[in-house]
C-alpha cells in the first residue's frame, strides 16, 4: 500500500497533465503530494523498525480517504480522474477488514466525494452524475470484492484446517506404522533351527495394517500364523495388534490348532461383531516327527509341496473365519513334512492380485510358481521372493487394492539342488 502510493505521488508531481494548475491550488497540491511521499516513505520504515499502534490499518484508510479527496478538489478539471483511487481503497479496505471494511470505507468515499460535487460544482461534474452512478458503483464495488475476499478467507480457513487434520492423522498413522512394524514384523529377522523362513510383503498403500504373521516356538513345534483382519485401516491394525497376542497366548495353552482358534474365535467374537472378521490359518510343525497339522479359519488355503514328487496338496480343512458365530469349531488336518518339502502361506492380495486387463492371479498360478521356485531354488527365502516377484510382474500397473503376504516354510535336510 504504501509503495503504491510513494509510486503514485511521485508520477503525480512529475506528470505534465498537472503543470497547467496555477496559483494557490498548485502550490497547496504539491504540498499535499510532497508529504504523502514523504508518509508513504516513512511507513516502510516503521513497519521495518516494527514501530507500529493499535488501529494503524484504520488510520492509514482514513489518511488515504483524505488525501485523494484533497487531491480531487485541488485538481479541478482533473479531479473525476483521481477520484478512481476511491475505488483502490475499498479494494485495500476488502482486504484488510473484509466486506464490513469495504462497505464503510465506500461509505467514507461517498460522503467525502459527494460533498465536493454537491457544494462545489464547479470543481467537479454535476451533483446528479456523482450520484447517479460514481458512488452505487464504489458500493457495487464493495459488495463484490468483500465477497470474493471472504470466500477466499472462508477457503484459506478450510484448507488450513484441512492441512492441520492431515498432519495429525499422518502423525497416528506414522505411529501406527512403527508399532505395527515393530511388533508384526519382526519375526522376519529371526532364524529358527532346523528351518528355512522366506517372508515377503507389501502393504495396499503407504502403510501396512490388514495381513498378519508370526512365527512361534513353543516346547518342540514351531507355530506359523498367517491371517487378515477385515476392515478399516485404524481398527484394522488395532485387532492386528490384538490378534498377535492373542495367538501368543493361545498357542501356550492348547495343543492343536483347532484349539487355538476355538478360543480366539470364541473370545475375539465381542469385539470384532458388528462389522469385522479375521481370517486365520495356524500350523504345527513338528520338525522333530517331520510332521505338521494345520487349521484354517477360512484363510486362503496353505500348499504343502512334496520336495521329491513336486505334488502339491492343499490344506483346507478348518471352517469359517473369526467373529461371526461364537460357537464355531474347527477341524484340524495333519500330513506329513519331511525335509526339503515347502508350505507355502499367503494372503488373498496374493490370489486376488488383478492384472491392467482384470485378470486375477488365482490360486492355479500360486500353484505353478510354488512348484518351479521349488524345483529351481535352494532355500525357502529364494521361493518366497520368487513367487512375490511374479505376483508383482503379473500385477504390474494393475490395481493394488489388498496387502500382499507371501511366507515360505522349510524343513531342513538334505542339501537341495540349486
Given at each position: 500500500m504504501a509503495a503504491f502510493r510513494l509510486a503514485f505521488t511521485l508520477l503525480v508531481l512529475l506528470s505534465p497533465v498537472f503543470t497547467p494548475l496555477q496559483g494557490w491550488a498548485m502550490g497547496e497540491f504539491r504540498v499535499s503530494a510532497i508529504a504523502a511521499a514523504i508518509y508513504s516513505a516513512a511507513v516502510p520504515i516503521l513497519h521495518w523498525k516494527r514501530w507500529g499502534?493499535?488501529?494503524?490499518?484504520?488510520?492509514?484508510?482514513?489518511?488515504?480517504?483524505?488525501?485523494?479527496?484533497?487531491?480531487?478538489?485541488?485538481?479541478?478539471?482533473?479531479?473525476?480522474?483521481?477520484?478512481?483511487?476511491?475505488?483502490?481503497?475499498?479494494?485495500?479496505?476488502?482486504?484488510?477488514?473484509?466486506?464490513?471494511?469495504?462497505?464503510?470505507?465506500?461509505?467514507?468515499?461517498?460522503?467525502?466525494?459527494?460533498?465536493?460535487?454537491?457544494?462545489?460544482?464547479?470543481?467537479?461534474?454535476?451533483?446528479?452524475e456523482v450520484l447517479g452512478w460514481r458512488i452505487p458503483l464504489l458500493f457495487l464495488m464493495a459488495l463484490l470484492v468483500g465477497y470474493?475476499?471472504?470466500?477466499?478467507?472462508?477457503?484459506?480457513?478450510?484448507?488450513?484446517?484441512?492441512?492441520?487434520?492431515t498432519g495429525r492423522y499422518e502423525q497416528r498413522r506414522a505411529l501406527m506404522q512403527e508399532v505395527y512394524e515393530d511388533i508384526v514384523l519382526r519375526p522376519a529377522g529371526k532364524e529358527w533351527?532346523?528351518?528355512?523362513?522366506?517372508?515377503?510383503?507389501?502393504?495396499?498403500?503407504?502403510?501396512?495394517?490388514?495381513?498378519?504373521?508370526?512365527?512361534?516356538?513353543?516346547?518342540?513345534?514351531?507355530?506359523?500364523?498367517?491371517?487378515?483382519?477385515a476392515g478399516t485401516y485404524s481398527p484394522g491394525l488395532k485387532r492386528v495388534l490384538q490378534l498377535k497376542y492373542s495367538c501368543l497366548a493361545a498357542v501356550h495353552m492348547f495343543p492343536g490348532p483347532g484349539q487355538v482358534l476355538t478360543w480366539l474365535n470364541r473370545m475375539l467374537f465381542p469385539d470384532l461383531q458388528?462389522?469385522?472378521?479375521?481370517?486365520?490359518?495356524?500350523?504345527?510343525v513338528n520338525k522333530h516327527e517331520g510332521s505338521l497339522t494345520c487349521a484354517n479359519a477360512g484363510h486362503e488355503s496353505p500348499l504343502l509341496v512334496r520336495a521329491g514328487s513336486r505334488e502339491v496338496e492343499r490344506l483346507e480343512r478348518g471352517g469359517?473365519?473369526?467373529?461371526?458365530?461364537?460357537?464355531?469349531?474347527?477341524?484340524?488336518?495333519?500330513?506329513?513334512?519331511?525335509?526339503?518339502?515347502?508350505?507355502?502361506?499367503?494372503?488373498?492380495?496374493?490370489?486376488?492380485?488383478?492384472?491392467?486387463?482384470?485378470?486375477?492371479?488365482?490360486l492355479r498360478r500360486v500353484e505353478l510358481a510354488a512348484v518351479s521356485a521349488l524345483s529351481l531354488a535352494a532355500s525357502a527365502d529364494k521361493i518366497a521372493e520368487s513367487l512375490f516377484t511374479e505376483v508383482g510382474d503379473f500385477s504390474r500397473k494393475g490395481p493394488r487394492r489388498d496387502d500382499v503376504t507371501v511366507l515360505a516354510v522349510r524343513l531342513v535336510g538334505a542339501k537341495q539342488p540349486v
Open positions: 499502534f493499535r488501529g494503524q490499518r484504520y488510520a492509514t484508510l482514513a489518511i488515504d480517504l483524505l488525501l485523494v479527496t484533497m487531491w480531487v478538489y485541488l485538481t479541478s478539471d482533473y479531479g473525476p480522474r483521481l477520484s478512481s483511487l476511491y475505488y483502490g481503497l475499498v479494494a485495500v479496505a476488502a482486504l484488510w477488514f473484509g466486506m464490513t471494511g469495504a462497505l464503510a470505507t465506500a461509505a467514507s468515499a461517498a460522503v467525502l466525494y459527494g460533498s465536493v460535487a454537491v457544494h462545489m460544482p464547479s470543481v467537479l461534474e454535476p451533483a446528479g470474493m475476499v471472504e470466500s477466499q478467507n472462508r477457503e484459506r480457513a478450510r484448507w488450513q484446517l484441512l492441512e492441520e487434520e533351527e532346523g528351518l528355512e523362513v522366506g517372508l515377503r510383503f507389501r502393504p495396499a498403500w503407504r502403510y501396512g495394517a490388514g495381513d498378519y504373521f508370526d512365527i512361534m516356538e513353543v516346547g518342540d513345534k514351531i507355530v506359523v500364523v498367517i491371517g487378515d483382519v458388528p462389522d469385522q472378521f479375521v481370517s486365520l490359518c495356524c500350523v504345527y469359517m473365519v473369526l467373529g461371526v458365530m461364537p460357537d464355531t469349531t474347527y477341524e484340524e488336518q495333519k500330513a506329513a513334512f519331511s525335509p526339503g518339502d515347502l508350505l507355502l502361506l499367503y494372503t488373498d492380495g496374493v490370489t486376488g492380485a488383478t492384472s491392467p486387463s482384470g485378470e486375477e492371479f488365482g
